[in-house]
């Protein structure tokens, strides 16, 4: 049965319908759209037909239709009308956001409450980062008798140290020539550089402080992958309890327990680290606790090698344009306010002073 432009257009109406009223949708709903120029027995034929091809549903005998997990794919694929936000809603949003947030995990939690404040629904909030934080700077400092503090400057503009025990007796000069090869070979690699390879090379160079670099090695590559991990927080999650179909006191109770950090890092978004906005209606959704709800979820950047991602969980029968559209624009405003203003460039052939 082929799926025409009338069809689609009936499809788009039911889930629009039934997107505001969380009411089952009859044929005569329909017909009392503006722009639906067809009589109730054509409405009434299309509705069958497409509750025979799975993108409806029937609750009960006598009731109306309602989308099915594949309408609402195909909805979202296909058929959503553009949102676009209000003066309004772009001025609460941004007012929202504007405060600063200079620590990750404190930034995590506001940006969850914020986007479960602007849709209304539980929303969750991933900061990620693997890769792209380097080592910006090594130096050695004596201790005193028989040890030197190590201590590393991050591209991510933080600062760690160890105190090593010196398996050899070193003194200040060898240690700027060791924190000089440091910097010369070490520095800005990605950790997957860090191997056999570049330990031999390090050490055939480094003098007197050779049996220094596997221990000085080690602390670094532990350091950068300390760097590696994933914060995470959901907040909003009784904000289920106003939508109709949590009214069932068990079912809700059920969703608002699946709905923490441990379950939600399960989801493919988060673990996929997806590009743009990803949808997943119902039974695409991995976690079974999760098969009666949508999941909407998009990503931006933080800078510094780390992406944020943000989403919402709520009813297959969610508002996907305007929760898709708030998302974008969260998405957007935060990687601009985590964008560091570009350096000035100092042409060729200056020295960047004034004559």
Do not use: W
Not at 92 to 102: G, P, Q, V, Y
């Amino acid at each position: 049965m082929e799926l025409t432009e009338r069809k689609k257009k009936v499809l788009r109406s039911v889930v629009d319908l039934y997107i505001r009223t969380a009411e089952p949708v009859g044929s005569k709903a329909i017909t009392e759209l503006p722009d639906m120029n067809y009589s109730s027995a054509t409405i009434r034929n299309e509705m069958a037909e497409l509750t025979a091809m799975g993108y409806l549903e029937q609750p009960h005998t006598s009731a109306g239709r309602v989308p099915s997990a594949v309408g609402y794919r195909l909805y979202v694929d296909e058929l959503m009308a553009e949102y676009r936000l209000s003066i309004d809603e772009t001025k609460s949003i941004n007012s929202a956001i504007e405060e600063k947030m200079n620590k990750v995990d404190k930034m995590v939690e506001k940006v969850a409450r914020l986007v479960s404040q602007a849709t209304d629904l539980p929303a969750i909030s991933v900061a990620s980062r693997c890769g792209g934080v380097t080592i910006r700077r090594f130096d050695l400092i004596l201790a005193g008798v028989g040890s030197i503090i190590v201590v590393l400057m991050l591209s991510s503009d933080e600062v760690v140290n160890k105190l090593i025990r010196l398996p050899v007796q070193m003194d200040e000069s060898d240690l700027k020539i060791l924190s000089a090869l440091l910097n010369a070979t070490m520095t800005d690699l990605d950790i997957s550089a860090f191997d056999g390879n570049l330990l031999e090379r390090v050490m055939r160079s480094a003098g007197a402080g050779a049996s220094l670099v596997p221990v000085i090695m080690e602390f670094a590559v532990d350091t950068l992958q300390k760097q590696c991990g994933t914060n995470m927080a959901v907040a909003g999650q009784m904000r289920i309890l106003g939508l109709p179909e949590y009214r069932d006191v068990d079912k809700a109770q059920k969703l608002i327990t699946s709905l923490d950090e441990e379950s939600l890092a399960g989801l493919p978004a988060v673990l996929n680290n997806v590009n743009g906005t990803q949808v997943l209606v119902g039974p695409e959704n991995v976690s079974r606790e999760l098969k009666d709800t949508s999941v909407v979820m998009t990503k931006f950047d933080i800078g510094d090698g780390m992406q944020g991602m943000i989403g919402v969980v709520g009813p297959t029968r969610m508002d996907y344009a305007k929760v898709t559209a708030r998302l974008s624009y969260f998405a957007e405003s935060l990687s601009k306010m985590f964008a560091k203003p570009e350096q000035p460039q100092i042409a060729e052939g200056t020295s960047g002073k004034e004559e």
